[in-house]
Nanobody, 123 residues
Framework: QVQLVESGGGLVQAGGSLRLSCAAS????????MGWFRQAPGKERDFVAS????????YYADSVKGRFTISRDNAKNTVYLQMNSLKPEDAAVYYC????????????????WGRGTQVTVSS
């Protein structure tokens, strides 16, 4: 089992920046890829970005390309999501998750999830 804890959410004005962190612990050897997803009230959980631990292969949702950057620190078992030029539509609960295999964008292919961190963007 892999435990994930997110941090770094908060309230920011449109155009501002936040950096989210996701610390992994437990059986991290079973983790191949880390992903960030977000869920706004009344909406489905959507893919945001993903990164592999070994090769740093990255994927981004079209809506965040050029504004968000995912990175990882293997020594700290931590993944980051740097979010710049935030928009009101970026407001959501952000979750990190991990998978051993599967599609990077499909939340059903991730086996462990954090509890989420709230991001609020004021206009």
């Amino acid at each position: 089992q892999v435990q994930l804890v997110e941090s770094g959410g908060g309230l920011v004005q449109a155009g501002g920046s936040l950096r989210l962190s996701c610390a992994a612990s437990g059986r991290t050897v079973s983790s191949y890829r880390m992903g960030w997803f977000r869920q706004a009230p009344g909406k489905e959980r959507d893919f945001v970005a993903s990164i592999t631990w070994s090769t740093s292969s990255r994927y981004y949702a079209d809506s965040v390309k050029g504004r968000f950057t995912i990175s990882r620190d293997n020594a700290k078992n931590t993944v980051y999501l740097q979010m710049n030029s935030l928009k009101p539509e970026d407001a959501a609960v952000y979750y990190c998750a991990t998978q051993g295999s599967g599609s990077y964008y499909n939340p059903d292919d991730y086996f462990s999830w954090g509890r989420g961190t709230q991001v609020t963007v004021s206009s």
